[in-house]
Every structure is written in C-alpha cells, then in structure tokens.
C-alpha cells in the first residue's frame, strides 16, 4: 500500500551535485590548523594563570580537538567532555563504546570511557556516579593542577561544583578561556571561512 506523504510532496526533485574538490581543501592543512587550536587553548589557559580546563559542550570539544559525537545529546547530557591541562596528556572522556571515532586524531593522547553522572543516564545511581567522576577528577588534578588548584570548566552541574569544592578544587568558567582563543585566527581558519561563505554564497 502506497500512501500519500504530505511531508514529502514531491520526491522526484532533481539534485544539481558540485561535482568538484571542496572549495580551499588542497590549501587548508587540517593537522595544524587542529595544533594551532589546541594551542590557543593551552595558551590562554596560562594567561589566565590556569593549568587545567574540563570541556562538556560539544561546540568547544570540536574546536579543541576536532572530535565530533552525539552533539545535541551531548548538549543536553553531561556524558562526553574533555581533559585539558597546559602541561601533561589531553584526555577525551569519549560516551560508553565509542571511543574508536576519535583514534584518527594525534592530538588526543589518550581516550578513557566517559564517568557520567546525569540523571537522564543513570536516575537513582546519581550521587554514586558523582563520587567516581569526582574521584576520577582529583586524580588527574591532583597530577596536573598542583599549583593553583583550579579548574576551568564550560559547562557543569551543581552538586559537581559543590563536590568538587570539597577536595579543594576552585572552578571557574572555561567560556572566556575558549572564547578568546578563537579570537585570533590561524591562516588555515581563514581559509576555511572563505570556504564556507563560497558555499553559503552559492546556496
């Protein structure tokens, strides 16, 4: 049986494909233009007199790492996030049996499955999450964060602050971190926003 879809009312379109290289790829070098980002983080981390940040929003995640999945769960679930101190290993917290999407990118030294504590995830076993992932936190701090003994983070609950205050551990918003390392672009990003206003110019 056929039925009429209204939501498709037409599925005879013809579509008109760009049959040519995405416009700027053979100029862009996508290897450093990831270095040059995570470098702009790591350096304003240190302006800010930061050693350490937490990265939860998947829009931040992307411009750190280059590492994409799940975004709009994500955006609403704290299950995916990243590690990133000025001096040691980025750690991508990647969501349970996924960590195999990221293995292509030489930045991230190192991927463990993500210690979520969301309600949505995990309903009654909340507060027990919490205490792993806090756990957890202090050990990588308690590495890398020695001598301020604060944190950046981007996105993030309260009774994560709260827990994270009883080790001893200050947070402060990531937001101006990032925000300002996008600030100066590279010449390869240049490339790229040249790119897509072309597409966006051609519809």
Do not use: T
């Given at each position: 049986m056929k039925f009429d879809r209204k939501i498709v009312p037409n599925t005879d379109?013809?579509?008109?494909?760009?049959n040519k290289k995405r416009p700027y790829e053979d100029s862009i070098n996508f290897e450093e233009l990831r270095s040059y980002r995570l470098n702009r983080v790591k350096k304003e981390l240190e302006k800010q007199n930061l050693e350490a940040c937490l990265l939860f929003d998947p829009v931040n995640i992307r411009y750190a790492l280059d590492t994409t999945n799940m975004s709009v769960f994500n955006m609403h679930n704290l299950t995916r996030y990243c590690f990133i101190p000025v001096d040691g290993p980025t750690i991508l917290y990647e969501f349970f049996n996924c960590e195999?999407?990221?293995?292509?990118?030489?930045?991230?030294?190192?991927?463990?499955?993500a210690i979520t504590w969301d309600y949505f995830c995990h309903g009654s076993e909340t507060d027990t999450q919490l205490k792993k992932w806090v756990n957890e936190i202090k050990d990588i701090t308690d590495t890398y964060c020695k001598n301020t003994k604060r944190i950046a983070i981007d996105?993030?609950?309260?009774?994560?602050?709260e827990e994270l205050?009883?080790?001893?551990?200050?947070v402060?918003?990531?937001?101006?971190?990032?925000?300002?390392?996008?600030?100066i672009k590279s010449s390869d990003e240049l490339q790229c926003l040249k790119a897509a206003i072309?597409?966006?110019e051609k519809g």
């Open positions: 379109n013809v579509i008109n494909f760009i195999k999407f990221s293995n292509h990118l030489h930045l991230i030294d190192e991927i463990r499955p996105v993030i609950n309260g009774p994560a602050v205050n009883k080790i001893g551990l200050s402060v918003d990531a937001k101006s971190v990032v925000e300002q390392a996008r600030v072309e597409v966006a």
